[in-house]
């Protein structure tokens, strides 16, 4: 696929700066640019690559004003970062998405399968499940019994998904993940050891949810584990059984949640946070990565680091203290001696 | 499936306090109880819902003494708990469990497969493994050369077995979870690269043992790394070659435990808990979640927290001074400079 | 297979100390050790295992002197800890590995598949795919569209690979792993929500890595994802997009790599440590388990723990004060008491 820069502006509504018949045919980072290639500036950090990147061409913001010479031909957007994430994702479109049913894949009788989807080799499709319009399901991915999947939701390969499981539209689930495992409960048996609690109730899952690679998210004990509409889970996410995480929160790698918690809305966790059970954490709470919390987070929009965490700047004052711990204590050391010879 | 208030109270031995006809057809937690559902009390905590719930039918102790009007039909019983708990078991002994070989599913005609169990479609079966009676194996699971599965045992969709390894009856092994690959060895080659050393031991998981989704069981180098019965690992547990879990232990999700380490019989860990290479850690040992240990725990019920971990009452004392440290260092400055004025 | 000890001393070029008769037929750690097994002596700490063992071989180093009476036959060697690598090496060597094209794998016309494979049953090949010769793909596995595997690498069961990742020679990559899912960016739509930016780079991985079980590589949203030669990544490893990590750099299990980092080579990471996006890590790095970082590390072969991380011995020294706050903050109080009655 080969474009102009006269092409490339027209579709962004931009403006063409230098040779505007100059042709790229794929993308580049502005600091790793190669003849052939578009790129963008966005983050003022990069500025200085503008000037020696072998891009070919480069968005950057109506704004911008060079301070030297540059070679590559420039067009001029409102946004550069929305624009480039729209030609990314115009070039996304232009790959082949498979349609249709692969040998070998294994479909209940009783399974209701929708319009224009395509179905891997190897994946299961269970009893009473359904799956929705142009649902892509990948190859080896599982699909319990009467799960539901809504329309244009696309599982990777390899994803498990438990029975009753209920999936919104627009979702995207990547590789591996495991929807509607048993919750992790267990009572003392009185004996040192312990006895299942049956898991009999799902998971339900809103619309325009992308799950990465490797979460897990447990089935309720009763009841529902709901993840909300919007929600992006980065890689090896854990949510336990009759967790609630509301719309639109992000949270970063191999960050945990643990059973009954309910986060907010619009929340943004780093990754590796843990959050214990039973908590509830405000709409638009931000942790820093590493952080855990076992206590409700009722003010809104607080920004927390620690284990256990609080206020962050507070966080990385008493930080900078840990640090000089030792040079602390000798000025203690120092104030006895002091006060002694007095 | 409906029932009576009454039924359920001969099923429990219990005691009816209202309507015994009234019908319930689900379960529900007190605080989202709906008409025709069936509830429990069984924190304090949440008394106060009782008063309030939809729930048709609640259980709740013996000796709840009502403080208000109570609209809904209660069950008297010795634990409420462990009612709910029997309930839910009967119930979920309730849904169908699959049974007999689907097709497609590849079972090599060394392997021994016993009587009544399931095997699902693209489920891989390899040469001279034993699969004992009821066992259940859901689609897309591999079971390698040899390996060996007691009867009862549960191993759900995708969970992967490496050769040799021995599981014991009645556990469950969820979705995605790999047993038996290799220990993370290697030996400097002297020039700065690594050579892989052989890992040629294997995996053994006695009998009632429970692990989460996406867990982690690495094989050892010589040996066995062994999970000893009644241990309940949770999602995204990672387990390194040569350990050794000790009875009943329970370790929440996305903990880590390194090679060769020793964990005692009856221990409780939280999440993204980290045990170092070659520790040690006595009977009865609690972690507070994100805690870490480099070194052996040798006092029998320590409850500790911190990376590194020490006790949990003493943590928490430091870290209210952590969190104090700009006061603390505040009221040194003062005192130096006090000092220095006399 | 049974070995006497004269015809591994033999093997190994040296010298039998005791009846080089004796035939051994498996492998023991010395703590462990059982009659009829082989075992070694390397690390000093373990050295009066040797007096007690009951196993029939004991391998160690050549300046060994016995304090007490030994029953085993020793076969003495420069390096007993390189001698048992090697053996065990020879070892797994024995062991059949399989061979051959099995039924029910899926197999694109157009994957071009090279000579000595083994492909097992439910595996899949996707469209313009090349496998190099001696490569193993075992059941289950998934292998995207335009896929470049280089020759003798083992893909493990259920590993999912997507779309134009390239792996080189002599990999391993264990069940379950995920290569090339998406990178986790959103990009906020002035609304709460947020909007995917496509992924369209790659993932490439170079020759002599190992993947263990459950680790995910993202794709880079341009560009690739890159692991240099020889690096070795143990399970639940998270490598965002965009990342690099450098030759031979090593890294324990539950460790994640945010986007666009880059590691240098020959660094060392423990388990569950964390890195932040764009920050670059010097060569030689060492980072202690659970550590975090968030700032470029400049200084090569620094070693460091924390969250944030710093010198690792400061950061003990600093600990221990930590520990003592409480003892400390009682010094400050009886300071100002002192003070005050001045």
Redesign the interface.
């Known amino acids: 696929m080969e474009f102009t820069a006269g092409q490339i502006a027209e579709l962004l509504l931009g403006k063409v700066d230098g040779d505007a018949s100059v042709i790229v045919n794929c ?3 502005i600091e ?1 640019g190669k003849p052939g290639s578009l790129s963008f500036l966005a983050n003022p950090k990069y500025t200085n690559y503008i000037y020696e990147t072998e891009a070919s061409v480069v968005l950057v913001n109506y704004d911008f004003v060079a301070q030297k010479k540059i070679s590559c031909t420039l067009i001029r957007v409102q946004d550069s ?2 624009a480039i ?1 729209q030609l ?2 115009v ?2 479109s232009m790959i082949d998405k498979p349609v249709g049913i ?3 894949s ?1 479909i209940h009788k009783k399974a209701k399968i929708g319009k224009n989807v395509y179905i ?3 994946a ?1 499709i269970g009893k009473d499940a359904e799956v929705g319009d142009n649902v892509q399901i ?3 991915a ?1 699909i ?1 019994n009467n799960v539901k999947i809504g329309e244009n939701t696309v599982i ?3 994803v ?1 998904i ?1 029975y009753n499981t209920i999936i919104g539209k627009d979702c ?1 689930i ?3 993940s ?1 929807i509607g ?2 919750g ?1 409960g ?2 003392p048996n009185g004996n ?9 109730g799902n998971v339900i899952i809103e619309d ?1 949810v ?1 799950l ?3 979460v ?1 998210i ?1 089935r309720a ?3 529902s584990t709901i993840i909300r509409k ?1 929600v ?1 889970l ?3 996410n ?1 949510v ?1 059984h ?1 967790v609630e995480i509301g ?2 929160t ?1 949270i ?3 960050s ?1 949640i ?1 059973g009954t918690a309910k986060i907010g ?2 929340c943004m966790f780093g ?2 946070v ?1 959050i ?1 059970p039973h908590v509830k954490i405000a709409n638009g709470t931000k942790m820093s ?2 952080s ?1 919390i ?1 206590n409700n987070i009722k003010t809104e929009n607080s920004i927390l680091m620690g ?2 965490a ?1 206020d962050l700047r ?1 966080y990385h ?3 900078v ?6 040079k ?2 000798k ?2 050391d120092e ?2 001696r ?2 002694k010879d ?1």
Chains 1, 2, 3 share one sequence.
């Open positions: 993308f580049s980072k790793e970062y929305k994430a990314l994702a070039y996304n692969e040998k070998n294994f891997g080799a190897f299961y990948y190859p080896g599982y319990g990777h390969p390899g498990k438990y995207t990547h590789s591996g495991v495992a048993d992790f267990f009572a040192d050891a312990f006895v299942k609690i049956a898991q009999i325009n992308e990465g690679a490797l897990t447990d004990t009763m009841g919007g992006k980065d890689n090896h854990h336990a009759n719309s639109n992000v970063a790698a191999q945990g643990a809305d619009n990754g590796q843990g214990g990565a590493q855990g076992a284990a256990p609080f507070e004052r008493a930080y203290h840990f640090k000089n711990l030792d602390i204590v000025r203690i104030l006895e002091k006060l007095k």
